[in-house]
């Protein structure tokens, strides 16, 4: 089966000429088995000051292969909240300007852990944390451009792996059929994947990358004539495939 991580961006756009314009770098993001922190950096390329409001859902997979996004418990003594936290969860980011917040990870790490994080500019209002004062708010709502303005926010997906990642990808190969299974614990990418006229190496499918959860399978078609090449990327180690259909 052909496991696509699908990317939910919030579908919104600048209509007015000053607005934020906000830049979240790459869509999917890893945090190492040795790790529990991770730095996202926040950029705006607008023309005002971006108030962006961090959420963190967390993904959970059925068992037939659906998803849902559901809220974050607390742990068992109820100190913190059991998954990943964002920090500050509230952003003043700058025109032409960067800011960062913190990832944390609180939990167990016996298995792996997805979650889908949203970065949504807001308008700042009375008692949101931004702690901007009336006057502050009405000036910068008075600074958009007039007309009504729709900001730009996106969302990302976060892997937590496993305390012990093991990797472990098989190919297996059938008559006009390849494919790859994730018998590890840990996600793996299939980047960059090419399906090429093998006589005509310029016609080619538009370049696709999957994500193979632990204990699913990525597989395709063979065609003779087509040519298909993809990078495999294990943790921090990439391998590229060539397969002749």
């Keep these: 089966m052909k496991h696509l991580f ?15 314009n906000i830049n979240v770098g790459v869509f999917y993001d890893y945090l190492d088995g040795d790790k529990s922190t991770y730095l996202k950096r926040v950029f705006n390329g607008g023309d005002s000051t971006a108030f962006i409001k961090v959420t ?19 742990n068992a003594d109820n100190t913190a909240r059991d998954g990943l936290m964002a920090t ?10 960067m800011q960062s917040t913190r990832l944390l990870y609180l939990g167990e790490r016996e298995s792996e852990r997805y979650f889908r994080l949203r970065f949504v500019p807001v308008m700042p209002e009375k008692d949101d944390e931004f702690g901007v004062s009336s006057d502050d708010r009405e000036a910068y709502k008075n600074s958009l451009s007039a007309g009504v303005t729709v900001l730009a926010g996106f969302g990302t997906v976060f892997f937590v792996r496993p305390k012990t990642t093991r990797f472990d990808t098989r190919t ?11 018998a590890g614990n840990s ?15 310029q016609d080619c499918q538009p370049i696709t990358k999957s ?8 597989s395709f078609t063979k065609q003779a004539g087509r040519t298909y090449r993809f990078t495999l990327i294990e943790g921090g180690e990439k391998n590229t495939h060539e397969v002749k259909g």
């Design 6 to 20: 699908a990317l939910c961006a919030l579908c919104w756009l600048p209509l007015s000429q000053a607005a934020p």
């Design 56 to 74: 963190v859902m967390e993904i959970v997979y059925n068992a037939d292969g659906t998803s849902q996004e559901v809220e974050l418990k607390s």
């Design 88 to 97: 500050p969860a509230r952003m003043i980011v700058p025109a032409n300007g």
């Design 172 to 182: 297996e190969e059938r008559e006009g059929e390849y494919g790859l299974r994730n």
């Design 187 to 201: 996600v793996v990418v299939v980047d960059e994947f090419k399906d090429c006229s093998t006589a005509e190496p």
């Design 211 to 218: 994500h193979i959860l632990p204990g699913r399978d990525f």
